[in-house]
């Protein structure tokens, strides 16, 4: 089952999104002139679950790009990696999300999904990541890309059956970040 979160309608919502991902964020957000993010209480109130996703990835963004990853709170960078994750994996596959800035996170995205409670999706990344020499990607994105040009074809193979497994997971990412994000609204910070 596709959750509507990882669905291609999340998928097409959050196009826009993608082109913050290469520079930070911010020079993309001032091309699209992005809105200005709302506050995480009327983000909350979002009944409908993209919009909802939409609205923080729009905080987190805005915030990593005002701060900076290292600078974001915990959650913050919780939901920062989900959305990258999801963004990138459909729209392109595990390929797309380490070939770009989102594979610069991918151990912390394995933590964040834990803490969110996907743990089959933390597994899947972790399947992922175990592609890579030693199962860890380098941290350089220069460097992870020519890692990810160099992967044989098993580990090719590994990744397009990842894919499949992120699109066919059972876990509704949309639902375990809103309760995630409603237990640690403080710590969202507006940009």
Do not use: W
């Amino acid at each position: 089952m596709v959750t509507p979160y990882s669905s291609a309608f999340r998928r097409l919502a959050l196009i826009v999104a993608v082109a913050a991902c290469g520079d930070g964020g911010g020079a993309a957000r001032n091309r699209l002139q992005m809105p200005a993010p709302r506050p995480v209480a009327e983000i909350l109130q979002l009944q409908d679950d993209t919009d909802f996703a939409i609205a923080m990835s729009e905080l987190v963004f805005a915030r990593e790009a005002a701060v900076g990853f290292g600078r974001l709170t915990a959650p913050e960078r919780v939901v920062f990696c989900l959305d990258a994750l999801e963004r990138e994996v459909n729209n392109g596959g595990f390929a797309q999300f380490f070939e770009n800035s989102s594979g610069d996170y991918a151990l912390e995205t394995i933590e964040a999904l834990r803490a969110l409670g996907a743990t089959r999706v933390a597994a899947l990344v972790a399947q992922a990541v175990a592609v890579f020499p030693g199962g860890r990607p380098e941290p350089d994105r220069e460097r992870r890309q020519a890692q990810v040009g160099r992967l044989d074809n098993t580990a090719r193979a590994k990744l397009d059956q990842l894919d499949g497994a992120f699109y066919d997971s059972p876990e509704n990412l949309a639902a375990l970040e809103r309760q995630y994000v409603s237990r640690h609204q403080s710590e969202f910070l507006m940009p």
